[in-house]
């Protein structure tokens, strides 16, 4: 039976404490408490529970009613930050390579950011369609919440992305700038993500935002890298390839380093202990990542010290690699 009696609102002088009236003349017995929350800092979803007693005893009052913990996220919360992801990435790596190693966009990169922006705005809604669906948020309430301030914020460089990536699309005059533009743009939409995620909840917090927006760029430098690559050599064999491929390998080397060294230092900071790595999802995750990154990091070598070196006669199995990298990625 629901005893409450109104809404919950924020205690005056609190923000961090609420309050609910409850029906008056409660009879005796144990209560529960069952709470639900968004963070305003990650927009991550919690839920807990405590137990009080009217007219009983403390012995009679359950202690296992405290309950909190994070709620694992939601299959649409997985997919859509999966959409979101790999389209920043992938606009990233296009347009560095492109301008790395071209003297301007082909067309094909072209078409790959603009499928990436237009990955990178779907994925922006959803990511807050899924939080405000996880906090049961309707639509007329997201605005006035700290979700809509979220997807303004996620929204601005996502939109100006969309709006550059096709610019640059239609375009072949202002090449630079526009791909300037999109690659602040995808920044800046990397940065309002690294905002709104754990790494924002911790201390240090300004090195752990700093690391985990170079470790989100340095993936979108090597692994979009990566795929623009697969894209470009795809039935396609020309005499500017092994510069290219050659290119992309300097960029990779640097941002598998990168990717490496803030992976690490994020890790320390949310494990925090050896048994953690074993015992909890999270660490599992972490270890299969770093599984990952190993098998990536032996592809890249074979391409770099041993196929590389040899071109533009293995210019066909640099293509197997590659695209098996990306497929891994």
Do not use: C
């Not at 305003?40 to 405290?66: C, E, M, N, Q, Y």
């Not at 690391?211 to 979108?220: D, E, F, K, R, Y």
């Amino acid at each position: 039976t629901d005893v409450d009696a109104g809404a919950t609102t924020v205690v005056s002088g609190n923000p961090e404490e609420l309050k609910v009236a409850l029906k008056p003349h409660l009879t005796s017995g144990v209560y529960t408490v069952t709470w639900k929350t968004v963070s305003t800092v990650d927009g991550h979803l919690a839920t807990g529970s405590f137990a009080f007693g009217v007219g009983v005893s403390a012995a009679s009052i359950p202690k296992t009613a405290a309950v909190v913990g994070a709620n694992p996220p939601s299959p649409l919360a997985v997919v859509a930050r999966l959409i979101l992801y790999a389209g920043l990435i992938t606009v990233l790596g296009a347009l560095v390579l492109g301008v790395y190693a071209f003297a301007a966009l082909p067309a094909r990169l072209r078409f790959v950011v603009v499928v990436g922006a237009v990955a990178g705005l779907a994925g922006t809604i959803t990511v807050v369609a899924a939080q405000a669906y996880s906090a049961g948020v309707g639509i007329a309430d997201v605005f006035a919440s700290s979700l809509g301030r979220s997807l303004l914020a996620r929204a601005v460089p996502a939109v100006v992305l969309l709006i550059a990536a096709i610019a640059l699309r239609r375009s072949n005059r202002a090449d630079k700038v526009l791909a300037t533009v999109a690659a602040v743009a995808v920044l800046a939409a990397m940065a309002v993500d690294v905002l709104n995620s754990h790494a924002a909840a911790q201390g240090p917090m300004l090195l752990n935002e700093f690391a985990q927006w170079l470790h989100i760029g340095a993936v979108g430098i090597w692994i979009g890298g990566v795929v623009a690559l697969a894209v470009l050599l795809v039935r396609r064999t020309t005499d500017r390839d092994p510069h290219v491929v050659r290119r992309l390998s300097a960029l990779a080397g640097v941002g598998i380093v990168v990717v490496a060294i803030t992976g690490v230092f994020r890790s320390v900071i949310e494990i925090q202990t050896w048994e953690n790595l074993v015992s909890t999802a999270f660490g599992v995750l972490v270890l299969l990542k770093v599984g990952l990154l190993l098998v990536l990091g032996g592809l890249g070598a074979r391409n770099r010290y041993g196929y590389i070196p040899r071109l533009p006669r293995t210019i066909h199995r640099i293509r197997r690699v590659v695209t098996t990298e990306g497929v891994i990625a």
